[in-house]
């Protein structure tokens, strides 16, 4: 039998967590002190899971002291708007899931600072949200405008990287999902026609493939070409994205922060932060204004029936919010 090292690189007490500390090993304290302060065995079950779930976007090697109340922003934001099962499907957070997974990160946090291992409260100024959910952002047309225009900003070499026009085009054109997104292949876009290409898109219904046909703009698919030279597919596959999805999330924040949407500099009543979400609210919303029937909207974004009463009515308010800036403006 080998030798067990003298010391642990965990904390072996409380009192040991510092800064430096993972995440991963500061939770079986916090169990233990729940405990200690008469919690019963689902609360902690419940905060544990909160606290691994935030790990699990974050990081669970992250320091504890490098978790910043942006960090935990980000977190929230993803947990409300844009985390999915392994279909892709949205999994919802309903407002009293949203209020118990802030208190576990002020609980956890306000510990870590009671303490000392870390100096200031990151989940000190997240914010509890009361009333009905906040409606969704969508971008208005000067908005989109710009988006395109910073987008066009981005340099691979000396030349323009298309990436990021590509993906913005994309998504505010044809509302596509993130997971569906990762799925494009060369073969999904129809040029039988190049004035009228068509892009299709498979998604499972109850375990059962369905296409949708999606109008595309030629323009678009020139500038899709353009991106496949600059990122030629990996081998073995045919995947149109050659990264992450994570790296497509962060183009899409460059592009909003570079359009002046999102940063410091902005108020943070006026922050808009560009997402997969977003973009989606934003082609839905832009086509029921340019008079798309509600129908074929349906269809384009595919939803069912069912789940179409309640985002129908908020593309409707929207669209009524983004008039009434524009008029206002």
């Known amino acids: 039998m080998g030798q067990l090292p003298l010391f642990s690189a965990d904390p072996q007490t409380p009192e040991e967590i510092a800064a430096d500390t993972p995440l991963k090993a500061t939770l079986g304290h916090f169990a233990a002190h729940l405990k200690h302060e008469g919690k019963t065995q689902h609360t902690i079950t419940s905060f544990l899971s909160d606290l691994k779930l935030m790990g699990g976007y974050l990081g669970m090697e992250r320091p504890v002291g490098g978790l910043l109340t942006g960090d935990l922003e980000d977190f929230l934001y993803w947990l409300e708007f844009e985390r999915t099962d392994n279909d892709g499907r949205p999994i919802p957070c309903s407002r009293k899931s949203y209020a118990r997974r802030v208190t576990s990160l002020k609980v956890f946090f306000k510990w870590l600072k009671a303490l000392g291992a870390i100096k200031h409260d990151p989940a000190g100024a997240v914010r509890q949200r009361s009333g009905p959910a906040p409606l969704s952002q969508a971008l208005s047309l000067p908005q989109i405008r710009a988006c395109i225009e ?30 569906e997104v990762m799925r494009l292949k060369p073969i999904h876009i129809d040029r039988t026609n190049p004035h009228l290409p068509v892009l299709h898109v498979r998604q499972k219904v109850r375990n059962v493939f369905k296409e949708r046909r999606i109008d595309l703009d030629p323009d678009w698919v020139r500038l899709f070409d353009l991106y496949r030279a600059q990122y030629p597919p990996k081998p073995n596959t045919e995947i149109i994205v050659t990264c992450t999805a994570r790296n497509l999330e ?37 086509d029921h204004r340019m008079g798309m029937d509600e129908q074929s909207l349906r269809e384009k974004l595919g939803l069912s029936e069912p789940s179409w009463y309640e985002t129908s009515n908020k593309i409707k308010q929207l669209a009524e919010q983004l008039a009434a800036d524009s008029a206002a403006s």
């Open 150 to 179: 910073a987008a066009r900003t981005f340099k691979k070499g000396g030349t323009q990287d298309y990436r990021p026009e590509m993906l913005f085009r994309l998504l505010v054109d044809t509302g596509l999902k993130k997971s």
């Open 250 to 286: 962060y183009i899409l924040k460059d592009i909003g922060q570079a359009a002046g949407l999102d940063g410091e500099q902005i108020p943070p009543e006026n922050r808009i932060k560009l997402s997969f979400e977003v973009l989606r609210w934003t082609c839905a919303v832009k």
